[in-house]
Nanobody, 124 residues
Framework: QVQLMESGGGSVQAGGSLRLSCAAS????????MAWFRQAPGKEREGVAS????????YSADSVKGRFTISQDNAKKTVFLQMNSLSYDDSAMYYC?????????????????WGQGTQVTVSS
């Protein structure tokens, strides 16, 4: 069973940066596609970005493109989300997710494995 463990969340001022990490374990062969989602209170969970084992990254919206960068380490066991120029609207619980269905869809129902979430709070 794939296990995901997020870290790196916290409280930052607007304009600041955070880097989230997601360590994947529990898989024997290939690493699944991995992605970041976020959910603010009262809002739907939305995809942020995904990355396959080859390092191909996709981003969900223009709101994060150019500010957020998804990447992975050399061993492909850890996925990162570098978040720059943070604003209040970025405040949310951020979740790491994984699927063996491929990275074709960035929707919650497409992903089978989830981390516990890490809180990101942006203040002024």
């Amino acid at each position: 069973q794939v296990q995901l463990m997020e870290s790196g969340g916290g409280s930052v001022q607007a304009g600041g940066s955070l880097r989230l990490s997601c360590a994947a374990s529990g898989y024997t062969y290939s690493r699944p596609c991995m992605a970041w989602f976020r959910q603010a209170p009262g809002k739907e969970r939305e995809g942020v970005a995904s990355i396959d084992t080859g390092g191909r990254a996709t981003y969900s919206a223009d709101s994060v493109k150019g500010r957020f960068t998804i990447s992975q380490d050399n061993a492909k066991k850890t996925v990162f989300l570098q978040m720059n120029s943070l604003s209040y609207d970025d405040s949310a619980m951020y979740y790491c997710a994984a699927t063996y269905r491929g990275c074709s869809l960035l929707q919650p129902g497409w992903y089978d494995y989830w981390g516990q979430g890490t809180q990101v709070t942006v203040s002024s």
